[in-house]
């Protein structure tokens, strides 16, 4: 019995060492079996002179041919080992079942590095790669996500794709451009009406430049130019637009009657605290004819007060040299303290002083920007006047109605 136990384990051994002799004579050429192959091969050629030499050339570039293989599946078998891909996954036996690598290695602080999106991975298949960065697993090249900036603005698509073409194809095919004098215009551009703009004109227009219909980029600015001169904007019409339908928006002169755009009109502001810009509604050309009387209203007003009251305010507000008028220019709530007086006498009838702007400007088409407007009055004293001038009429009201009671009214004893 114990015979046939070794004579199996014999033959088991036998067995075994065949299998590995066949398994070396299937596997690709070692470098002997081509060192053999190439002896064989010169043996059977002819024996003359250059046979040798033939030989040897043969062989050694059968040589090179192998070891050329073996670098390459050398080099080949490093890159995969060493790409970022595999570099990312921390390579099998460091990572766990979820992903991180689980083989402290060093110490220093870690760090979470995710695959980059350029990687073609399978979103459930990402897996996140905790490094120690100690030198023995440096982290690749161009893993660390880009950081998003906080806190960025989220802006319309319309404000930001700059493609207005849907638009404007609707405004030149639904709206015709002209103004009151027949003269007609072609469109250039338009683009969304910023809302700073829009806010402005809602001053008088509260309904047409909706705050969301500003932020949502619903109202357009159209650059336009006269037909005879097509490549000069010299005019800008606003309209609003839904995607489907489009409409002008505009609004009546106060003075001339005249349909302008609003952007056509004068825009104002007063002294702090209620300095904001707003619109009046009025255009230019109508303005210069206020510029050229208010400035001898507002004497006549000064020099013929209907009660005392009024007087005192008058000579307490001071000179008036800039452009005023209570319908186009709407004194703030918070102002209205100081431009009005009770006239008790007159069945507590209001009494509206002068209030005259800070500042006058008005938008111009052609270069997209303000233009600035001298809000000084026809006959008014210039910038570097206004004091004496001033003591000039104080002068002359002390020596008509007496110092003492002037005085009392500019102190509000009185």
């Given at each position: 019995?114990q015979s046939n136990r070794q004579?199996?384990?014999?033959?088991?051994?036998?067995?075994?060492?065949?299998?590995?002799?066949?398994?070396?004579?299937?596997?690709p050429r070692s470098l002997a079996?081509?060192?053999?192959?190439?002896?064989?091969?010169?043996?059977?050629?002819?024996?003359?002179?250059?046979?040798?030499?033939?030989?040897?050339?043969?062989?050694?570039?059968?040589?090179?041919?192998?070891?050329?293989?073996?670098?390459?599946?050398?080099?080949?078998?490093?890159?995969?080992?060493?790409?970022?891909?595999?570099?990312?996954?921390?390579?099998?036996?460091?990572?766990?079942?979820?992903?991180?690598?689980?083989?402290?290695?060093?110490?220093?602080?870690?760090?979470?590095?995710?695959?980059?999106?350029?990687?073609?991975?399978?979103?459930?298949?990402?897996?996140?790669?905790?490094?120690?960065?100690?030198?023995?697993?440096?982290?690749?090249?161009?893993?660390?996500?880009?950081?998003?900036?906080?806190?960025?603005?989220?802006?319309?698509?319309?404000?930001?794709?700059?493609?207005?073409?849907?638009?404007?194809?609707?405004?030149?095919?639904?709206?015709?451009?002209?103004?009151?004098?027949?003269?007609?215009?072609?469109?250039?551009?338009?683009?969304?009406?910023?809302?700073?703009?829009?806010?402005?004109?809602?001053?008088?227009?509260?309904?047409?430049?909706?705050?969301?219909?500003?932020?949502?980029?619903?109202?357009?600015?159209?650059?336009?130019?006269?037909?005879?001169?097509?490549?000069?904007?010299?005019?800008?019409?606003?309209?609003?637009?839904?995607?489907?339908?489009?409409?002008?928006?505009?609004?009546?002169?106060?003075?001339?009657?005249?349909?302008?755009?609003?952007?056509?009109?004068?825009?104002?502001r007063f002294e702090d605290p209620?300095?904001?810009?707003?619109?009046?509604?009025?255009?230019?050309?109508?303005?210069?004819?206020?510029?050229?009387?208010?400035?001898?209203?507002?004497?006549?007003?000064?020099?013929?007060?209907?009660?005392?009251?009024?007087?005192?305010?008058?000579?307490?507000?001071?000179?008036?040299?800039?452009?005023?008028?209570?319908?186009?220019?709407?004194?703030?709530?918070?102002?209205?303290?100081?431009?009005?007086?009770?006239?008790?006498?007159?069945?507590?009838?209001?009494?509206?002083?002068?209030?005259?702007?800070?500042?006058?400007?008005?938008?111009?088409?052609?270069?997209?920007?303000?233009?600035?407007?001298?809000?000084?009055?026809?006959?008014?004293?210039?910038?570097?006047?206004?004091?004496?001038?001033?003591?000039?009429?104080?002068?002359?009201?002390?020596?008509?109605?007496?110092?003492?009671?002037?005085?009392?009214?500019?102190?509000?004893?009185?």
């Amino acid at each position: 019995m114990q015979s046939n136990r070794q004579d199996t384990r014999a033959r088991s051994r036998s067995g075994s060492r065949e299998r590995r002799s066949g398994s070396r004579e299937n596997s690709p050429r070692s470098l002997a079996s081509i060192k053999a192959q190439a002896i064989a091969a010169s043996a059977s050629s002819n024996d003359n002179s250059n046979s040798s030499f033939s030989k040897n050339i043969t062989s050694s570039q059968t040589l090179n041919q192998s070891q050329q293989q073996q670098q390459s599946s050398t080099t080949s078998a490093s890159n995969r080992t060493n790409s970022p891909l595999n570099s990312a996954r921390g390579l099998s036996s460091g990572i766990s079942s979820t992903g991180t690598f689980s083989k402290s290695a060093g110490s220093g602080e870690k760090r979470i590095v995710t695959t980059p999106e350029d990687i073609s991975i399978p979103d459930n298949k990402r897996r996140k790669v905790e490094y120690v960065p100690d030198g023995k697993l440096p982290i690749p090249d161009g893993l660390l996500p880009p950081k998003s900036p906080k806190n960025s603005p989220r802006i319309s698509p319309k404000m930001t794709t700059g493609d207005f073409s849907a638009a404007k194809a609707s405004f030149e095919a639904n709206l015709t451009l002209e103004d009151d004098d027949g003269n007609q215009y072609c469109i250039v551009s338009c683009e969304p009406l910023s809302v700073e703009r829009g806010l402005v004109y809602a001053s008088v227009d509260a309904e047409s430049f909706d705050k969301e219909k500003l932020s949502s980029g619903g109202i357009y600015s159209i650059s336009a130019a006269n037909k005879e001169d097509p490549e000069t904007v010299c005019k800008e019409f606003i309209a609003s637009y839904d995607g489907e339908n489009c409409e002008l928006i505009t609004r009546d002169c106060e003075i001339t009657c005249q349909c302008c755009s609003h952007s056509e009109m004068i825009e104002y502001r007063f002294e702090d605290p209620c300095g904001e810009w707003q619109l009046a509604p009025v255009c230019q050309e109508a303005l210069q004819g206020y510029i050229d009387y208010k400035f001898k209203a507002w004497r006549q007003q000064l020099d013929n007060p209907s009660c005392e009251a009024e007087f005192r305010r008058l000579l307490q507000n001071g000179l008036v040299a800039k452009i005023y008028d209570r319908m186009l220019f709407k004194t703030p709530e918070g102002l209205k303290g100081k431009y009005e007086v009770i006239d008790e006498k007159n069945n507590n009838k209001v009494i509206h002083l002068p209030h005259p702007v800070t500042e006058l400007r008005i938008w111009n088409a052609g270069k997209k920007g303000y233009d600035t407007m001298d809000p000084r009055l026809t006959g008014a004293p210039g910038d570097g006047e206004e004091e004496s001038y001033w003591e000039g009429v104080l002068k002359s009201f002390r020596d008509e109605r007496g110092a003492e009671y002037i005085d009392g009214l500019l102190e509000g004893k009185r």
